[in-house]
């Protein structure tokens, strides 16, 4: 007897080699959470625990094809966009998203977590006003938020107004990521009416690459699975917490989160 096929996600990212961000954490997240996960290579990139050494976006052509391929005849129930790299590249993944019917998660990728440009400064225009009101939710970062909205968020009190500066830019939701904050580890999810706490507890572990990339994967695997958006993204922020914890060593720099860590755990 066939099995029927799981919930199905596309990722829209660049391609990280040494494993712990971009489309293979996106596909490792997706593996975990149980969905099948696809993917559409946008950017190539040279990467390991010590930063991105070189990076090499694919021309827009091959992007809408991969696009096409996959959601023509297989279908998604939910796309996460990462690294775009380009205004050419955004304008052209918006367009596909706009068309699609289907939640869209977007990460807004400006820098990578040792602070290599992942975006051009020509593109910012274009993903505030095309990719980001193609958005279902959108997960900046505190740093991203900068980019995108010029709100600079200091403490805790600043995040309701940074996602109103973003949910001004066209997404249904906007989950503004406290984890460069002291303290706990606090996001704020809103839509403008309905606000959405949620809290972690902030693990001494420097290797935490591909939290960004694998926190936007998991919300859509769990769009995709039928959750609404407070639902998937509390699910999210669980898993991730979990994989965060679980991060280990890797190469001289920073490692990676353990997207498997829930396997690793000791049977109870």
Known sequence: MTRQAPPRVLTVAGSDSGGGAGIQADLKAMLALGVHGMSVVTAVTAQNSLGVQGAWELPVEAVRAQYRSVVDDIGVQA????????????????????GTDAPVVVDPVGVSKHGDSLLAASALESVRTKLLPTATVATPNLDEVVQLTGVRVRGETDLRRAADALLALGPRWALIKGGHLAGDA????????????????????????????????????ELAKGRDVPEAVSAAKTYVTGAIAAGFALGGGIGPVDHAWELHRPAR
Not at 79 to 98: C, D, F
Not at 193 to 198: D, F, I, Q, S
């Open 79 to 98: 796309v996460k966009t990462g690294m775009l790299a380009s205004a050419e590249l955004v304008e052209a993944v918006a367009e596909l998203l706009a």
């Open 186 to 221: 606090v996001d704020l999810l809103t839509d403008g009416t309905a606000e959405h706490w949620l809290r972690a507890p902030r693990h001494d572990n420097r290797h935490t690459h591909g939290t960004g990339c694998t926190l936007a994967s998991a919300v859509a695997a």
